[in-house]
């Protein structure tokens, strides 16, 4: 985006794909709010969010300001006050926004767009100065939207890995006598004019490079001729362990033979078969359970004694209707006594209506189950009698979103939901501040509040219990 403003009092805000013109006597704070929130969040909603806070969520203490927003070729603008935009796009065509004569803001999308202007006051004097990013004060700016910009390559590429020599068992000495140093790329160099680093350093050759045959093996601290050897050369160490006889290995052991188990005797031969009576066992003439046999006496049991009754009152000071607290859980688990005479028959009254709603537009909708309101309003979670009241009302600057306010009873209260709309909804209650609506949330209303929609469209509660 190629940008160029000229000299004036009014704050611009200029990043990549966003505009923001504030007039000279917004707080600092709210010029260093959107710049620090503007990058991550470059939407018009960030800069709706932060002036409304700054208001104290009143539209009316709103200041003028322009916000145009980039969205691809697309832009996206935004304007309260008398301030003016001109958005030229691809096709040559002009579009002219104004701010003037709005409740809240105006808001604008347009397709294909190719040049934006903006001009927040008048100024005949102060020449056109480029920028690209920053806060500034001006009268004016203009910026080139260039959709084809690509953003530059920001990631490191990292130091170079080192090669850990003792980790692969070559020396030192060996290792830099085969691949020569490396070369320094964080320290500074006295090139030429042309800056190249490696303008002094000499091309070698692969053939120049030397390649060893065999790596030295290292003698390992066991091997009882590396004492001996020490200050000997690698070749003749490699022979002398070569020429080490191998230590005799100890004979094994002959193995135990293991004891052979004498097989069991085979059972005896039953030749003949024996009887029912002779299978039949006896019990043993010792047996210790024979009193018990004996003893034993198959009759009825005797019925259980009954309980004491129970002492005589003591006749003192009872007077006679307190009861202890048995005696009262006792009573509970009886089953009551029916009664002769019928139960009177209670007439069926209609449920008290939970007032109404009077929409500025003229409607008036009685509160006996759901109300959406809005220029198109729908609901796909009811069906049948739960079917809500659907108001529609006319919003030609667009302020009013389809689906706009939920006005729900809620037993003997009424609460307000505000759809997740973009221009939002504002409660006013007598003697009270304006009240921005939070998305999404109930908001309990009485009678006399009014919820203002935008557009001059307002919902006035009646008769609220």
């Given at each position: 985006?190629?940008?160029?403003?000229?000299?004036g009092t009014w704050?611009?805000?200029?990043?990549?794909?966003?505009?923001?013109?504030?007039?000279?006597?917004?707080?600092?704070?709210?010029?260093?709010?959107?710049?620090?929130?503007?990058?991550?969040?470059?939407?018009?909603?960030?800069?709706?969010?932060?002036?409304?806070?700054?208001?104290?969520?009143?539209?009316?203490?709103?200041?003028?300001?322009?916000?145009?927003?980039?969205?691809?070729?697309?832009?996206?603008?935004?304007?309260?006050?008398?301030?003016?935009?001109?958005?030229?796009?691809?096709?040559?065509?002009?579009?002219?926004?104004?701010?003037?004569?709005?409740?809240?803001?105006?808001?604008?999308?347009?397709?294909?767009?190719?040049?934006?202007?903006?001009?927040?006051?008048?100024?005949?004097?102060?020449?056109?100065?480029?920028?690209?990013?920053?806060?500034?004060?001006?009268?004016?700016?203009?910026?080139?939207?260039?959709?084809?910009?690509?953003?530059?390559?920001?990631?490191?590429?990292?130091?170079?890995?080192?090669?850990?020599?003792?980790?692969?068992?070559?020396?030192?000495?060996?290792?830099?006598?085969?691949?020569?140093?490396?070369?320094?790329?964080?320290?500074?160099?006295?090139?030429?004019?042309?800056?190249?680093?490696?303008?002094?350093?000499?091309?070698?050759?692969?053939?120049?490079?030397?390649?060893?045959?065999?790596?030295?093996?290292?003698?390992?601290?066991?091997?009882?001729?590396?004492?001996?050897?020490?200050?000997?050369p690698s070749e003749?160490?490699?022979?002398?362990?070569?020429?080490?006889?191998?230590?005799?290995?100890?004979?094994?052991?002959?193995?135990?033979?293991?004891?052979?188990?004498?097989?069991?005797?085979?059972?005896?031969?039953?030749?003949?078969?024996?009887?029912?009576?002779?299978?039949?066992?006896?019990?043993?003439?010792?047996?210790?359970?024979?009193?018990?046999?004996?003893?034993?006496?198959?009759?009825?049991?005797?019925?259980?004694?009954?309980?004491?009754?129970?002492?005589?009152?003591?006749?003192?000071?009872?007077?006679?209707?307190?009861?202890s607290a048995a005696?009262?859980?006792?009573?509970?688990?009886?089953?009551?006594?029916?009664?002769?005479?019928?139960?009177?028959?209670?007439?069926?009254?209609?449920?008290?209506?939970?007032?109404?709603?009077?929409?500025?537009?003229?409607?008036?909708?009685?509160?006996?189950?759901?109300?959406?309101?809005?220029?198109?309003?729908?609901?796909?979670?009811?069906?049948?009698?739960?079917?809500?009241?659907?108001?529609?009302?006319?919003?030609?600057?667009?302020?009013?979103?389809?689906?706009?306010?939920?006005?729900?009873?809620?037993?003997?209260?009424?609460?307000?939901?505000?759809?997740?709309?973009?221009?939002?909804?504002?409660?006013?209650?007598?003697?009270?501040?304006?009240?921005?609506?939070?998305?999404?949330?109930?908001?309990?209303?009485?009678?006399?509040?009014?919820?203002?929609?935008?557009?001059?469209?307002?919902?006035?509660?009646?008769?609220?219990?």
């Amino acid at each position: 985006m190629q940008t160029i403003y000229r000299p004036g009092t009014w704050y611009l805000i200029m990043i990549p794909g966003a505009l923001v013109a504030l007039p000279p006597d917004v707080p600092g704070e709210v010029v260093g709010q959107l710049w620090d929130r503007l990058p991550a969040q470059k939407t018009l909603a960030t800069v709706v969010d932060v002036l409304t806070t700054q208001a104290g969520g009143s539209f009316t203490a709103l200041p003028p300001f322009v916000a145009a927003v980039a969205e691809g070729s697309d832009v996206r603008i935004a304007l309260r006050g008398g301030v003016v935009a001109r958005v030229t796009t691809e096709s040559g065509e002009s579009q002219e926004v104004s701010g003037a004569d709005v409740t809240t803001w105006s808001e604008r999308f347009v397709g294909g767009a190719r040049r934006i202007e903006i001009t927040v006051e008048e100024t005949t004097s102060g020449a056109a100065l480029p920028a690209q990013s920053g806060i500034v004060c001006a009268a004016a700016v203009s910026a080139e939207l260039e959709p084809g910009d690509a953003a530059p390559l920001t990631q490191s590429l990292g130091p170079v890995p080192r090669v850990d020599t003792a980790a692969v068992g070559v020396s030192a000495a060996v290792l830099s006598s085969v691949v020569p140093a490396l070369v320094d790329f964080g320290a500074p160099t006295a090139a030429g004019a042309s800056g190249h680093a490696f303008s002094g350093v000499a091309p070698v050759p692969i053939s120049a490079v030397p390649v060893l045959d065999e790596v030295p093996v290292p003698v390992p601290d066991a091997v009882p001729v590396a004492d001996a050897v020490a200050d000997a050369p690698s070749e003749v160490v490699t022979d002398a362990i070569a020429e080490v006889p191998a230590e005799a290995e100890p004979e094994e052991e002959p193995e135990a033979e293991p004891e052979i188990e004498p097989e069991p005797e085979p059972l005896p031969v039953i030749d003949s078969t024996l009887s029912a009576a002779e299978l039949t066992l006896a019990p043993p003439v010792d047996d210790d359970f024979d009193q018990l046999w004996g003893a034993t006496v198959h009759s009825v049991p005797a019925a259980p004694t009954a309980p004491p009754a129970p002492p005589a009152a003591f006749a003192g000071d009872h007077d006679g209707a307190t009861i202890s607290a048995a005696e009262l859980r006792a009573m509970r688990q009886q089953p009551p006594i029916a009664n002769d005479v019928p139960t009177a028959v209670l007439p069926v009254t209609d449920a008290p209506l939970a007032g109404r709603i009077r929409v500025s537009t003229g409607q008036v909708v009685a509160l006996d189950r759901t109300v959406i309101i809005g220029r198109r309003p729908r609901s796909t979670r009811a069906s049948g009698a739960n079917l809500p009241h659907l108001v529609a009302v006319e919003s030609p600057q667009q302020d009013i979103s389809r689906s706009h306010l939920e006005v729900r009873p809620e037993g003997d209260t009424v609460v307000v939901i505000d759809l997740h709309t973009t221009n939002g909804s504002t409660l006013l209650r007598p003697g009270a501040d304006p009240m921005r609506l939070h998305p999404g949330e109930q908001t309990l209303v009485l009678s006399g509040d009014v919820v203002d929609l935008g557009d001059g469209v307002t919902v006035a509660f009646e008769d609220l219990p």
